[in-house]
């Protein structure tokens, strides 16, 4: 007797149908929410991840503010409310490492804490499946660090150097008609040595002619030498010996002595320059974009409540911000923020300051010592502070200004007032007013700079009186484009043109109170880029015209 078992095609299907299903309800789905967009991590997802977890020790990685900080810090998860939860005790490094401003002076370094001990108003979410304790800080708990922070103590004074770097260039010419054969050499020599934090600096330049008519002379001139250390605890340069000071306010001298001024090269790239700060609000965790002139220029992700962008590179020359904030639901807001600036414009919370003394040079036959202070601050977005001094013998002169920044453009204005003793022991005083305007508009247009300045008959530059009183006391002939200037105007404008390049057009005129002078320059620049090869042309035109 034979048993036969026959299954048709249905009973087949329901069989393996079945088995899936019994193999699907072993596993353990999890449900994740960095699918979702923005980074509200967890809201609301209790109950698709499952019941807390467990008490105990776990190896995770922390997350602040969707960036990660620590990778495999071995947290404890304790039981509260009588054992119905759990949650993280933080230690205090982890909170060091998330730059938490305000923490407490009697934390033991072993210790740890809730995080609502450590931040009153932090939030936490943890991903058994990932292992990531997310922490969402608050902007205004966080010390905030601009882009490119390198800290001091990572920083190297750098080898034992010696070195030498030059610019030479060969003229050979030669006149067979004439029986003329002339040799001509210039170098420009830039040598240096660094021992520690001490740096020794020279510039010169070595001249040599050669014809067969007047022989042949080498000759060196020493354009200066100096010795210069960094100072980190303040952000500062020292230096000793032959320097400039700096021209942003008073306009630039060549002396010997010592200078002292902020050095921009020891702070991150985020904080050189100018640039405006960009505050919000944020409702969730959101996506902040700015762009300018409709490029993306910054991004990042920020915690809910109010956050503030300090770091942005300096883009003067782009035009206004324009910010985009993309909640966690996907709602989006935007605002603009004015961005233009003159060059006496400094970054909101920076302080610029220089400090001169010593001898101008090229005056060494009278008196000419003198000492210089400069001060700048940026107050906010909108306002910069100027003050300065400049003193010497038998003179003194006092500035006070800032710059206003609208969104009409940024508007820079410096009244300086002089005293001296000049031509036949005659006591002159006076003043001279600076203003500024610069704006670039949404066509790309850039006004770059638009300068007048005034002064009365009465107002002088420090290196006019030296040049004056050398002249009368070695009756050395001098001459000075600023020396009784009256008025001067200038503009520069730019326009980009695309593939097509750039126009550029500057302009200015100057007269004078001596003899009705006036001096007209105009100038038109045109440049752009065909594969690797830059290319440009120039057009310039001078006028001057003497009256009677």
Not at 156 to 173: E, I, Q, V
Not at 323 to 343: D, L, Q
Request: hydrophobic letters at 35%.
């Amino acid at each position: 007797m034979s048993l036969k078992v026959k299954f048709s095609r249905q009973n087949i299907f329901v069989i393996l149908a079945v088995a899936c299903v019994g193999q699907a309800f072993g596993e353990e789905y999890y449900f994740d929410p960095s699918l979702l967009q923005g980074t509200a991590y967890g809201q609301g997802m209790a109950s698709v991840n499952g019941p807390d977890t467990p008490a105990g020790e776990y190896l995770v990685d922390v997350i602040v503010n969707g960036t990660l900080i620590k990778s495999g810090v071995k947290i404890r998860f304790n039981p509260v409310n009588g054992g119905q939860r759990t949650e993280p005790c933080l230690p205090l490094s982890l909170m060091q490492a998330a730059q938490v401003k305000s923490l407490p002076d009697n934390a033991l370094q072993n210790s740890c804490r809730p995080l609502r001990d450590w931040v009153s108003r932090g939030e936490w979410q943890f991903d058994s499946a990932t292992l990531q304790l997310r922490l969402t800080l608050p902007m205004s708990e966080l010390m905030h660090r601009p882009r490119g922070y390198i800290p001091p103590s990572q920083w190297d004074s750098g080898a034992l150097a010696l070195f030498l770097r030059h610019n030479t260039n060969w003229t050979h010419t030669d006149n067979t008609s004439q029986h003329f054969r002339y040799h001509y050499l210039w170098s420009g020599i830039n040598v240096g040595s660094n021992i520690g934090l001490w740096q020794l600096r020279h510039q010169g330049n070595l001249r040599y002619a050669d014809s067969n008519q007047s022989g042949s002379a080498w000759h060196y001139n020493r354009v200066r030498t100096w010795v210069q250390r960094p100072l980190t605890a303040i952000d500062s340069i020292m230096a000793f010996g032959d320097n400039y000071t700096d021209s942003s306010l008073f306009g630039s001298l060549s002396f010997n002595g010592i200078k002292l001024a902020t050095d921009e090269r020891m702070w991150p790239q985020g904080k050189r320059g100018y640039a405006p700060e960009v505050h919000g609000v944020a409702s969730s965790s959101a996506r902040v974009v700015i762009k300018q002139l409709g490029k993306v220029i910054y991004e990042t992700h920020v915690p809910p409540g109010p956050f503030y962008i300090d770091d942005l590179y300096n883009t003067r020359y782009q035009g206004d911000l324009q910010v985009k904030v993309i909640e966690a639901n996907g709602k989006v807001s935007r605002f603009t923020v004015p961005y233009s600036a003159v060059p006496d414009s400094v970054r909101p919370g920076n302080w610029h300051y220089a400090f001169a003394l010593g001898k101008v040079r090229q005056y060494y036959r009278i008196d000419n010592r003198f000492l210089e202070g400069t001060l700048q601050h940026g107050v906010n977005n909108h306002l910069t502070l100027n003050l300065g001094s400049r003193l010497a013998h038998d003179y003194q002169a006092w500035l006070a200004g800032g710059v206003l920044a609208t969104r009409l453009g940024a508007f820079g204005m410096n009244a300086t007032w002089s005293g001296a003793q000049v031509e036949h022991n005659d006591r002159q005083q006076g003043w001279r007013a600076e203003f500024s305007y610069s704006k670039t508009f949404s066509t790309g247009t850039n006004l770059v700079l638009a300068a007048y300045r005034y002064s009365t008959g009465g107002f002088r530059d420090l290196e006019d009186v030296f040049g004056v009183r050398q002249q009368e006391h070695n009756s050395i002939v001098y001459y000075s484009d600023t020396l009784h200037q009256r008025q001067r105007l200038s503009a520069t404008v730019s326009q980009p043109l695309g593939r097509l390049g750039t126009l550029n057009l500057s302009a200015s005129t100057a007269d004078y109170y001596n003899n009705r002078s006036r001096i007209t320059q105009l100038q038109l620049g045109y440049s752009n880029q065909w594969r690797k090869v830059s290319y440009g042309f120039n057009l310039a035109r001078q006028r001057s015209h003497l009256g009677r």
